[in-house]
């Protein structure tokens, strides 16, 4: 997939942001799932092992879903979405992580979330 630009980038998350709300619940039912499959595990209301199956395939299809798009997904737990694009040919990732209110960031992609800084 090409570069973003930030207008671009925005729009994109704004048409994931149903499917991200879902992702979030269903990881934390294929955590508890999983938990409660193991020894010991505490019971959860949630089902069992044909539950946790499900759950994973949706997770699964969601992080696809995310990554065809163009966008880059960085991480799960928390959930951490890149964007490619290129400021004055300096190679850069919009940057938004769970918990955002909307796209904001950015760092360069040679220095990682460490050098993530505010959009101008």
Known sequence: MGLFTVAQARAELALLRR???ELVI???DTVELAAA???GGAPT???GLPEWKAAE???NEL???VQQTGAELKGLAPLLIDFPADFDGVPVLLCWLEGDAELA???RQDLGFAGR???P
Do not use: F, N
């Open 45 to 47: 209301t949630l089902g």
């Open 57 to 59: 395939a949706r997770l």
């Open 37 to 39: 499959l193991t020894d």
């Open 117 to 119: 800084r505010p959009l």
């Open 105 to 107: 960031w950015y760092h």
């Open 19 to 21: 499917s991200l709300d």
């Open 63 to 65: 992080m696809t879903e």
């Open 26 to 28: 269903v990881r934390a």
